[in-house]
């Protein structure tokens, strides 16, 4: 059975930093893109980040260019979000997806609350 | 301000059939595949369509998808009252090289 936990959310303050991560397991994590997708309160879903398999391929969605970081470690079958210079408007569920083509499991999230 | 336009809310009695749209771009839809998902409230979204009109499997033959040019739709029949959640659309945006979504439809069994 394919499962996806994600862990680190909490609450941080305004310019504060969080690292989440995802820890996959019953399927050949090394094969596949994996993604991180957030749901701010009230809000539809957003994408965030995907990395490829072997990390060569890193995307990123403007909204958090050059302060978020996307990583993985295929031998401990898993994802991270290293997250900086955290805003308000960061405060969301955070979703791990597993996707090539298109998001077919999502782990159950990680609340994030950026808030003084 | 999503990249994909969805109606916020759609409704239907029992037994009814109702269609949501999601409207793209040249970019998104008009040159890559179209999923759905259903989310309900609380829980993780789920996949429900993928490749325009493809159900995984356990999905049942009441959603069906479908895509022309910069459009897609799903359609669900035979509503029933858990069919009540939130669907967004999604695509591969060439331009933005990340994945798009529409802002979401709260469908309403009335």
């Known amino acids: 059975e394919v499962q996806l936990v994600e862990s680190g959310g909490g609450l941080v303050k305004p310019g504060g930093s969080l690292r989440l991560s995802c820890a996959a397991s019953g399927f050949t994590f090394s094969s596949y893109t994996m993604n991180w997708v957030r749901q701010a309160p009230g809000k539809g879903l957003e994408w965030v980040s995907s990395?490829?398999?072997?990390?060569?391929?890193?995307y990123y969605a403007d909204s958090v260019k050059g302060r978020f970081t996307i990583s993985r470690d295929n031998a401990k079958n898993s994802l991270y979000l290293q997250m900086n210079s955290l805003r308000a408007e960061d405060t969301a569920v955070y979703y791990c997806?597993?996707?090539?083509?298109?998001?077919?499991?999502w782990g159950q999230g990680s609340l994030v609350t950026v808030s003084s | 301000q999503s990249v994909l336009t969805q109606p916020p809310s759609a409704s239907g009695t029992p037994g009814q059939r109702v269609t949501i749209s999601c409207s793209g771009s040249s970019s998104n839809i008009g040159g890559n595949t179209v999923n759905w998902y259903h989310q309900l409230p609380g829980t993780a979204p789920k996949l429900l369509i993928y490749s325009n009109n493809q159900r995984p499997s356990g999905v049942p033959d009441r959603f069906s998808g479908s895509k022309s040019g910069t459009s897609a739709s799903l359609a669900i029949s035979g509503l029933q009252s858990e069919d009540e959640a939130d669907y967004y659309c999604?695509?591969?945006?060439?331009?933005?090289?990340?994945?798009?979504f529409g802002g979401g439809t709260k469908l309403t069994v009335l």
């Open positions: 997806a597993r996707a090539d083509h298109y998001f077919d499991f």
């Open positions: 990395i490829s398999i072997g990390s060569s391929d890193i």
């Open positions: 999604a695509a591969w945006d060439d331009s933005l090289n990340g994945w798009v």
